[in-house]
T-cell receptor, first 117, second 110 residues
C-alpha cells in the first residue's frame, strides 16, 4: 500500500466553476477525513466517513461543499461555484476505526492545492 | 473540546535536543495526545502519540505529566531536515479532530 493518494495535486480554476477532488485511503482504513488548510493555519476539519456512511458533515463550509464515499473506499470532495476564498490546500486522511481501547492517528495524503482565479 | 497552546516558533542548531511543550488544560479523560510534523506542500505526518507518562519511538519522545495538562515533544539531536511545523493534537477516540491549531514552526540551522 502506498499510503493515502490524492488527485490532482494542483488545480487552478476560474471562479464559478465546479471542482472535484479524489482521495484513495489506505485500503484497510475504514475512516476517511477531509480537512482544509490555509496559509499559516493548521488543518481544519470538514467532514468524515466511516465506511460509506458520512458521520459528520456540519463542518462543511457551505452547501457548495459536498463529499461522497460511495463504496466505502475512495472519496470525492466537490466544490460547486467556486469562490476565491475557496483557495486552499484540501487534505484527505484515513485511519482505522478508533475505539475506547485504541486511538489511531491519521495518515494524511499530500493534498490538493486549489487556486481559484 | 480541549484547546491546545504551543509556541508559534522555535529555533535550534543542528545536533541539539529540541523540546516543544503544548498546554492542554481542559483535556478530557478519553483524550489522547498526538504530535504531527508537516513540511511545506505535504500533509501532516504522525510522529508520536501518548496517553500518560512517557512514550518513545525511533524519532521522538513524548513526556506527559500525571495531570496531563501539558505534554512535551522531545526531538533528540535535530538535523536540518527537522525544520517543519509541529502540531500538538488532543482528541478523543470517538470521532475526529476539529482543528490542529497553528502549530510550532521549528527552524534548524547549521
Amino acid at each position: 500500500d502506498t499510503g493515502v493518494s490524492q488527485d490532482p495535486r494542483h488545480k487552478i480554476t476560474k471562479r464559478g466553476q465546479n471542482v472535484t477532488f479524489r482521495c484513495d485511503p489506505i485500503s484497510e482504513h475504514n475512516r476517511l477525513y477531509w480537512y482544509r488548510q490555509t496559509l499559516g493555519q493548521g488543518p481544519e476539519f470538514l467532514t468524515y466517513f466511516q465506511n460509506e456512511a458520512q458521520l459528520e458533515k456540519s463542518r462543511l463550509l457551505s452547501d457548495r461543499f459536498s463529499a461522497e464515499r460511495p463504496k466505502g473506499s475512495f472519496s470525492t470532495l466537490e466544490i460547486q461555484r467556486t469562490e476565491q476564498g475557496d483557495s486552499a490546500m484540501y487534505l484527505c486522511a484515513s485511519s482505522l476505526e478508533r475505539t475506547n481501547l485504541a486511538n489511531y492517528g491519521y495518515t494524511f495524503g499530500s493534498g490538493t492545492r486549489l487556486t481559484v482565479v | 473540546l480541549a484547546k491546545t497552546t504551543q509556541p508559534i516558533s522555535m529555533d535550534s542548531y543542528e545536533g541539539q535536543e529540541v523540546n516543544i511543550t503544548c498546554s492542554h488544560n481542559n483535556i478530557a479523560t478519553n483524550d489522547y495526545i498526538t504530535w504531527y510534523q508537516q513540511f511545506p506542500s505535504q500533509g501532516p505526518r504522525f510522529i508520536i502519540q501518548g496517553y500518560k507518562t512517557k512514550v518513545t519511538n525511533e524519532v521522538a519522545s513524548l513526556f506527559i505529566p500525571a495531570d496531563r495538562k501539558s505534554s512535551t515533544l522531545s526531538l533528540p539531536r535535530v538535523s536540518l531536515s527537522d525544520t517543519a511545523v509541529y502540531y500538538c493534537l488532543v482528541d478523543s477516540n470517538s470521532g475526529y479532530a476539529l482543528n490542529f491549531g497553528k502549530g510550532t514552526s521549528l527552524l534548524v540551522t547549521p
